[in-house]
């Protein structure tokens, strides 16, 4: 009688979090799509992955960042997260690349962890309006992930991100008036934005948490609003 084919060890969560860690990423929302309902998947286990702090400092070592080829966080993220998927056996998704479109939005609502903010930005229990996703990871089994409380940092916050945007191109009202917001950053008012980052997202609480510095995000800027 043959032996048994060896049964494969099941993945953890806490292992997915610390190879998470170690490529300058961190888990931002875990679910079971069978529970979660999540678009395009049926069952197993869904990890979401965004920026680290220690994110920028990794990333301007990489060949990504050196070739100064466009979108080098994207393609950072392509080659991070497809490792990643790879050493872990899981599928790898990601927010860019469309379309069609992966729809990261519903993962992320659906994740517990994510809300929508009182100007309509998602902002995160963690990294506030500075979220930044950049891929996820589906394995097929389903274990254990922590349970977020589901609650949204916004319930008892005075929403300073309501009246922080000097034109008003993010408001009270969840319209984002894209051209008002592109015409500010074109006068010398608004470089303080491109340099410093959104008003906006920086005047939520929570968005100190993400420890993002100006070079990061000085560069999200330009991407956003090329000069």
């Known amino acids: 009688m043959e032996p048994d084919a060896p049964v494969s060890a099941q993945v953890t969560y ?10 300058g990423l961190i888990v931002m929302g875990a679910q079971h799509p069978r529970e979660s309902d999540a678009k395009q998947l049926e069952g197993g286990t869904l990890i979401l992955l965004g920026t680290a702090a220690a994110f920028w400092d990794v990333f301007e070592t990489s060949p990504e960042w050196a070739d100064k080829q466009p979108h080098p966080i994207d393609r950072w993220s392509t080659r991070v997260v497809e490792g990643l998927a790879q050493d872990l056996t899981a599928t790898a998704y990601f927010p860019f690349g469309g379309p069609p479109y992966t729809p990261f939005i519903d993962w992320a ?4 962890r994510t809300f929508t903010s009182p100007v309509g930005a998602l902002v995160h229990d963690s990294v506030g309006m500075l979220i930044s996703l950049r891929g996820a990871l589906h394995f097929e089994q389903e274990f254990d992930v922590t349970t977020p409380s589901g609650v949204s940092p916004c319930t008892d916050c005075p929403a300073p991100c309501a009246t922080a945007c000097p034109v008003e191109a993010l408001n009270a009202h969840a319209f984002y008036d894209v051209d008002s917001c592109h015409s500010y950053l074109n006068t010398k008012s608004g470089q303080s934005c491109l340099t410093e980052g959104c008003a906006t997202r920086l005047a939520c609480p929570i968005s100190d948490g993400a420890e993002r510095g100006r070079t990061q995000t000085a560069h999200h800027m330009r991407a956003f609003h090329p000069s």
């Open 14 to 23: 806490a292992q997915v979090d610390v190879a998470t860690q170690d490529a």
């Open 109 to 112: 609502l659906k994740s517990g």
